[in-house]
């Protein structure tokens, strides 16, 4: 651990810290549980890089907090190489918990806006996700998913060298029937977690669910649900008491691909190769 955000975290706290606890789980930050000396703990993520992503990390976890929908972690400090928040401890997932879980993440999605996007650029994992939309830009959902999450993404892929013929030919095409793929599911902008998955959330000792790493946009609540599929998806309680609440547009299992790509080509573009027969195949899923 680095001393100066050691310092940094005594200094705040007027307290020294007695003990860190490598916390696993995370690819791309360090984090931790500290102790300190008046036995209260913390949660610390830390990065090698100065930017502002724990910055913006910090904004999501308040733009869904103010909604009082669903738990996140108190945000203490913030700083360019680290977020310090409330420790949550760890409980027991109850019979309810997931149909509590699937309430409470269409309660969140029910806060909606005239504009998809969002106040400020954030991240999605080490990437940058665009949000800010130019004046001329249309409030369309299909053409915001496609620039700022598909264009975006596949142009970075592009630069770092991973597109080959198979996926630059598939996605030149796609850009051609993204209004078509997308018809039937308009709705207005809703704020999302955006970026749900197993990994990034917690259940609290009351048995609550808890919301960690957000990158937070209004977007479609579709390319939501789509991501907690992704990797497995969640219980059959979570999506049954979602429905229950917020019903999905008619069509969304044939739109479930097409939000998929967007995490699939981030994924590439973050951890390399072994995610490129993937973008492939979700590419030429609406193509053949």
Excluded at 126 to 149: G, P, V
């Amino acid at each position: 651990m680095r001393n100066d955000i050691v310092q940094k975290l005594e200094n705040w706290r007027r307290d020294k810290i007695s003990a860190f606890k490598p916390i696993a789980g995370g690819s791309i930050f360090n984090a931790y549980q500290i102790k300190y000396n008046d036995g209260s703990f913390c949660f610390l993520k830390t990065s090698s890089d100065e930017s502002d992503i724990f910055q913006k990390e910090a904004n999501g976890l308040h733009e869904i907090q103010k909604t009082g929908c669903i738990r996140v972690p108190e945000v203490l400090m913030v700083d360019q190489s680290f977020i310090l928040l409330k420790f949550i401890d760890p409980g027991k997932k109850k019979e309810n918990f997931f149909s509590n879980f699937g309430e409470q993440i269409a309660k969140l999605h029910s806060h909606t806006s005239l504009k998809f996007g969002y106040r400020e650029d954030n991240h999605i994992g080490s990437t940058i996700q665009i949000n800010i939309a130019a004046k001329n830009d249309s409030l369309n959902w299909a053409d915001f998913y496609y620039h700022k999450r598909l264009l975006y993404q596949y142009k970075l892929a592009e630069k770092k060298g991973l597109v080959r013929d198979e996926l630059k030919n598939g996605f030149l095409l796609l850009e051609n029937r993204i209004e078509e793929i997308l018809a039937g599911s308009e709705e207005k902008a809703c704020l999302i977690h955006g970026d749900l998955w197993y990994g990034n959330f917690l259940c609290d000792k009351e048995s609550n669910p808890v919301l960690i790493d957000p990158a937070v946009y209004y977007g479609h609540r579709e390319a939501e649900l789509a991501m907690t599929r992704l990797f497995g998806g969640f219980t059959k309680d979570f999506y049954e008491a979602y429905n229950k609440a917020k019903p999905l547009p008619h069509g969304y299992d044939y739109r479930e691909n097409i939000y998929f790509l967007y995490h699939v080509l981030n994924h590439l573009n973050i951890f390399g190769s072994s995610y490129y027969p993937q973008a492939v195949k979700l590419v030429w899923s609406y193509l053949c």
